[in-house]
Every structure is written in structure tokens, then in C-alpha cells.
């Protein structure tokens, strides 16, 4: 699956020349947490978010103690910035990842998490397409198609003997399958626990099983 496939195309931007007021204003309209930044070229060149407003000046129920200008550091006056400016390219995020439409959306939803970020620009050109957000892929997990199991106990057995080996590495060796009327018996002897615990995450995300019983022991260290 592409972002083409999932992105939203009406995107709420904002100008980098806006004042801070106006792009909170827009926000909490909208009811989104953050505005990609364009300029008069249609090109994203930052992201402003809740995040970036949460040490504003407004907000602060006293200034901060005055310092000897001696011990002021390039990092004290780009705060102060953030803190006092005016527009929203002030406050803005300038280092913005972005994705094309054909990007895949697992690569995206890998950078969502990377970067511990809520949403991604999709641009084109070099110009703002469209906007996938960690909602747009939560959605995916919705509209996902669940593996059905067959009714037979055969082809049960067969098919979850070959996600055991595909997914978890698990042969008939060292796990076995049994199914009757279709609750499926695992039995046999894995390394942790945690390796007991994926087998049964497998099974159940599994959809036909009627059951599921665990005969498994874990090896002694």
C-alpha cells in the first residue's frame, strides 16, 4: 500500500509569515494538532504543532529570571524566539521529513515512529499533495482482512504449522499442531517465554479457531 492510497489530499496549511495566534486559531478549528507550513511557492518548508506551543510566552505565569548577557547562549536566544515570536515561522520545525505519493506506507508509518512524529507531508514536485497522519494508518488496521482459517481440521493444522515456520521459525520438530473440531493443541518446547507467548498471538489473530489450548514448556536456562 502506497500513501496515494491512504493520504489526505484537502491539507489545512499555513503561511510561515501567519502570526502564532492565527495558526492556533486554525488548529483548534480544525481540530488537528499541527499545519504543514508552505510558503508562496506551495512548498512545505516547516510543520508547526500543540508541541511547539507549549513554551510560549502566553502561557508562563512569570518571566523567566534575567541573565547576565555573558552566560546568554545561541541556544537561550533561539528559545527566546520560539518563545516571543511573532509568526509562525518563528516557532516552526524547519527539518520536516517528507514522503512521496508512491512512498510505501509502512516506510511512513516507520518514520511516524522513528521520529516520534504525528503526521507526514506528501509532497510532489516539490509542492504539497497531500497529508498522512498516525490516524489515517491506524485506520488500515480497521479495514484489514482477517485470516480465516478453513472449516477442516486438517487444513487448520496445515495452516498454522506454516505461519509457525514462516513467522516464528517453528517447526513440526519443536512445536507440535493438533486440532480437534477445531480447537487447535500446541504442544511441544520453545526458548522463552516470549516465544510461547508470540505463538499464541499468532493463533489468535487467527480468525475460525475454536479454540485454543497450550501445552508448551519452556527450556530450562
Known sequence: ?????????TVISISPSASVRHAVAVMLQNRVSGLPVVDDDGRVCGMVTEGDMLLRREIRVSPRIARPIETISEIDLERYIHSNG?????????DVIVARPDSEVADISESLQTHRIKRL?????????????????????????????????????????TRLRSDLGLTSQRVQVFVERGQVI?????????????????????KGAAGYVDRMSVAAI
Do not use: F, N
Open 121 to 161: 507531508p506528501i509532497v510532489e514536485g516539490g509542492k504539497l499533495v497531500g497529508i498522512i497522519s498516525r490516524r489515517d494508518i491506524l485506520r488500515i488496521i480497521v479495514d484489514a482482512p482477517t485470516t480465516v482459517l478453513p472449516k477442516d481440521d486438517d487444513a487448520i493444522r496445515l495452516a498454522i504449522r
Open 86 to 94: 511573532w509568526c509562525v515561522a518563528d516557532v516552526m520545525s524547519r
Open 1 to 9: 500500500m502506497q500513501a496515494k492510497d491512504i493520504m489526505s489530499t
Open 186 to 206: 500446541v504442544q511441544g518446547q520453545v526458548d522463552s517465554e516470549l516465544k510461547r507467548k508470540a505463538v499464541r498471538a499468532l493463533i489468535e489473530s487467527l
